[in-house]
Nanobody, 135 residues
Framework: QLHLVESGGGSVHPGGSLRLTCAASGLHYYAVGWFRQAPGKEREGVIC????????ERIGSVAGRFTISRDDAGDDVILQMNNLKPEDTGVYYCAASTSRDWSGAYVCPPLELLGRAAEAEFSFWGQGTQVTVSS
């Protein structure tokens, strides 16, 4: 059982940056994704990194602005968010995926293709951290 803890949320002006961290002992075994839920909207998958760190998935609206990485040990996953926009506001959750490829490695599901169904590929979730972008 993983216990995921997010940190690094806060409030920034449009164009600002935030860095979120997801930490858990044993997280390096899993692919890890970040989801967000804006007020009045459904939760959506935003970005994901495979267990090896060799592949990533992200939705189009964050391309060129959000990057995801793992620390050397792999138990911390970092979401770097640049050029933030008001529509990025929401509660951000990290989650560990138990979706495997043919070799048995944990991989990221295609977030944009699956949409809401992507959540089913993630078995362990953090409590969330608030990100607010406003002027």
């Amino acid at each position: 059982q993983l216990h995921l803890v997010e940190s690094g949320g806060g409030s920034v002006h449009p164009g600002g940056s935030l860095r979120l961290t997801c930490a858990a002992s044993g997280l390096h075994y899993y692919a890890v994704g970040w989801f967000r839920q804006a007020p009045g909207k459904e939760r959506e998958g935003v970005i994901c990194i495979s267990s090896s760190g060799g592949s990533r998935e992200r939705i189009g609206s964050v391309a060129g602005r959000f990057t995801i990485s793992r620390d050397d040990a792999g138990d911390d996953v970092i979401l770097q968010m640049n050029n933030l926009k008001p529509e990025d506001t929401g509660v951000y959750y990290c989650a560990a995926s138990t979706s495997r490829d043919w070799s048995g490695a944990y991989v990221c599901p295609p977030l944009e293709l699956l949409g809401r169904a992507a959540e089913a590929e993630f078995s362990f979730w953090g409590q969330g951290t608030q990100v607010t972008v406003s002027s």
